[in-house]
């Protein structure tokens, strides 16, 4: 069988491994590479490739970057010249067109960091640990016109231990997902493999997640807060006022989980290295925190500039 000629589509690092799996597969051709525009980073804000377009730049692969690739006739027209057989997307962070599918032989198809038809949508690694999930994966699934909710080629899954942080689930799915493409994917064009059919019954959305939700509130149980702060660590983080000023959490552990008592966010334990908060229900440690326009800490090397005592309000 000759080489798959292939058009990826992908901005963030999670991409980057699929395109690297992609690059190094024998099997492939990746004969071009449409990404994001590059956006301002850092503190000057200044224009910065996605990860992916820097890849594919070293390579010496065609790339184009396109603000909307949906609304941009000239850009796929130039794709249709790569005579590409597939597409393959992986966090392209744009909707495309049924015109801009039909351009493959084989469709367009995506690695979806969960396991659907759970979490279909725009943040299925922090709702799922947001939601306390003990399992989650990736899925290889056909593109249609409906959100997520093209046929199975694949799924790949792992534990959720409950220290694990959507930074670490991240990590672990993208190299999962470029599993996904060097077996299931080739198994698919070689005609070996037919998509299975999402259960409509068992959907859930993982919605966008808004900086509103940041903020912690201690009537929330223990257990919600940890999972929100474990969720959130990939973006926007998680706050707690303190001082008059923000207080990043950045880690947490739960302490109990059965614990009641009216006076919600107070300090229950302090000592060196440890700082335990009364939650709505339940007891939650802090392990790491920022304080407003300061680097990320311990709790210990946070409480030496601290007089807190237990029983008094952590505000």
């Known amino acids: 069988m000759s080489k798959i000629r292939v058009c990826f589509l992908g901005t963030p690092?999670?991409?980057?491994?699929?395109?690297?799996?992609?690059?190094?597969?024998?099997?492939?051709?990746?004969?071009g590479v449409v990404t994001q525009p590059d956006r301002?980073?850092?503190?000057?804000?200044?224009?910065?490739?996605?990860?992916?377009?820097?890849?594919?730049?070293?390579?010496?692969?065609?790339?184009?970057?396109?603000?909307?690739?949906?609304?941009n006739q000239l850009m796929?027209?130039?794709?249709?010249?790569?005579?590409?057989?597939?597409?393959v997307v992986v966090a392209f962070g744009q909707i495309l067109s049924e015109d801009f599918m039909k351009l493959f032989n084989f469709g367009a198809v995506n690695i979806h960091g969960s396991i659907l038809p759970r979490w279909r949508g725009a943040a299925?690694?922090?709702?799922?640990l947001e939601a306390g999930d003990l399992e989650s994966g990736v899925t290889l699934q056909k593109i249609?016109?409906?959100?997520?909710?093209?046929?199975?080629?694949?799924?790949r899954k792992c534990d959720l231990s409950e220290d694990m942080n959507a930074l670490d689930l991240h990590n672990k799915l993208a190299k999962l997902g470029a599993e996904l493409l060097k077996v299931e994917l080739m198994d698919y064009l070689r005609g070996n493999l037919?998509?299975?059919?999402?259960?409509?019954?068992?959907?859930?959305?993982?919605?966008?997640?808004?900086?509103?939700?940041?903020?912690?509130?201690?009537?929330?149980?223990?257990r919600q807060?940890?999972?929100?702060?474990?969720?959130?660590?990939?973006?926007?983080?998680?706050?707690?006022?303190?001082?008059?000023?923000?207080?990043?959490?950045?880690?947490?552990?739960?302490?109990?989980?059965?614990?009641?008592n009216k006076d919600i966010g107070t300090v229950v334990d302090v000592r060196p290295g440890s700082l335990v908060i009364q939650c709505g229900t339940g007891h939650l440690e802090i392990l790491e925190v920022q304080p407003e326009s300061r680097n990320r800490m311990s709790i210990d090397d946070f409480l030496k500039g601290?007089?807190?005592?237990?029983?008094?309000?952590?505000?």
């Open 194 to 222: 037919a998509g299975i059919s999402q259960d409509e019954s068992h959907v859930t959305f993982a919605r966008k997640i808004d900086k509103s939700e940041a903020e912690i509130s201690w009537k929330s149980s223990a």
């Open 124 to 128: 299925p690694i922090q709702r799922a």
């Open 225 to 260: 807060l940890h999972n929100k702060v474990r969720a959130f660590v990939m973006g926007p983080g998680t706050f707690t006022n303190f001082q008059g000023k923000k207080l990043k959490i950045h880690k947490t552990k739960i302490i109990s989980e059965n614990t009641k």
């Open 40 to 71: 301002p980073a850092g503190r000057k804000l200044q224009l910065t490739p996605s990860p992916v377009k820097l890849l594919a730049l070293s390579r010496g692969l065609k790339v184009l970057s396109p603000e909307s690739l949906k609304e």
């Open 306 to 315: 601290q007089n807190l005592k237990s029983g008094v309000p952590f505000q």
């Open 76 to 87: 796929v027209d130039a794709i249709h010249t790569w005579k590409a057989e597939v597409a």
């Open 144 to 155: 249609v016109k409906k959100l997520d909710a093209g046929d199975i080629l694949g799924i």
């Open 13 to 31: 690092d999670f991409a980057l491994t699929s395109l690297k799996a992609l690059l190094e597969d024998e099997h492939y051709d990746v004969v």
